[in-house]
């Protein structure tokens, strides 16, 4: 059972920002909750890297979009969902499925048009498939943005 939970709907061995949109409009995704740190950036880093924000301006103009992350900090989590003017979550305690019902309650879309993107397995694609959404494993981002490895 846990094997059907931690696999990604795509697992796209690529860092979010190559993310084609077409592809997500082909599975049918209208809302995207995104992960933070590794997803959008370097858990160790406070600059968001202008790849990631110039995929995350275009995508806000396509989809509804919701932060969710597992960090307790909520100034870091609010500095990052301010400066994207994206509403966010933190302490989500991923893979708890609460705050994430939660995020979708407020979505208000049907749960097939929602995707939750991250950088992990046991949270972020466990979360999602625990809630019944599509999920997109991302590469984490290095401290400069780029993938790692």
């Not at 302490?91 to 995020?103: G, N």
Request: proline share 3%; glycine share 4%.
């Amino acid at each position: 059972m846990l094997n059907s939970l931690t696999k990604a709907d795509w697992d796209s061995n690529l860092p979010i920002y190559k993310i084609a949109h077409s592809k997500l409009f082909k599975k049918d995704i209208k809302c995207l909750l995104l992960d933070v740190d590794g997803t959008l950036l370097n858990r160790n880093s406070v600059k968001i890297p202008e790849t990631v924000k110039n995929w995350i301006l275009k995508s806000k103009k396509l989809f509804k979009i919701y932060l969710i992350s597992n960090n307790p900090s909520e100034k870091r989590i609010s500095r990052i969902g301010e400066e994207l003017g994206i509403n966010y979550k933190f302490k989500a305690l991923k893979p708890s499925k609460k705050c994430t019902l939660e995020v979708i309650e407020i979505m208000n879309e049907e749960k097939s048009n929602i995707a939750i993107i991250g950088d992990r397995i046991l949270t972020d694609v466990l979360v999602g498939n625990r809630c019944k959404i599509q999920t997109i494993l991302v590469k984490k981002l290095n401290k400069n943005g780029f993938p790692l490895k």
